[in-house]
């Protein structure tokens, strides 16, 4: 098997609605998702610090599994006009392995049932990594500005269009 063959070979995945039961889990996951990038700045990202129960109990959040085990996690919001990812995570041991393109994917998926125009995204600048898979992946990047939340971080807006005239 080598290093650019499809996520899909000898593995059953799947995407459900988080539930009350997955907070651990999505806790867990995404603090060792997030591992490398809280020692980047001074503070861990955001996404470390949530409260996730509100999250869940507004359907927000979405758990991507592999053979029964945990692999990923998105927490997507709806907006009026937009569906905003506020975080995606993928386990350590599935990462590089195509699962964060899967709950791009899902998002995507998401916004188009809602029937909304764009999903939107933010990251830290210094998470030079994510925003490749970004920009790969079709998002454009729309602006930085300040982190209100942590003095001396930038954040980078991005967002990635559909054409909701067509059929999915």
Known sequence: MGKDDPITIQ?????????????AGIVALTQAAYAPYSAIPDAP??????????????GEVWLLESDGELAG?????????????????????????????????????????CGLPEIRLYTNAKMERNIALYLAYGYRETGRR?????????????AKAFDTTSAS
């Open 11 to 23: 593995s059953s995945f799947g995407v459900r609605l988080a539930g009350p039961e997955d907070l």
């Open 45 to 58: 990202p955001l996404p470390v610090t949530e409260d996730y129960a509100p999250r869940i109990a507004q």
């Open 73 to 113: 996690v998105i927490a997507l919001e709806r907006h009026e006009d937009h569906a905003m990812i506020f975080s995606v995570a993928v386990s350590p041991a599935f990462q590089g392995k195509g699962f964060g393109i899967a709950l791009l994917k899902h998002a995507d998926e998401q916004a188009r049932q």
């Open 146 to 158: 300040p982190n209100p939340y942590r003095p001396g971080w930038v954040l980078v807006d991005m």
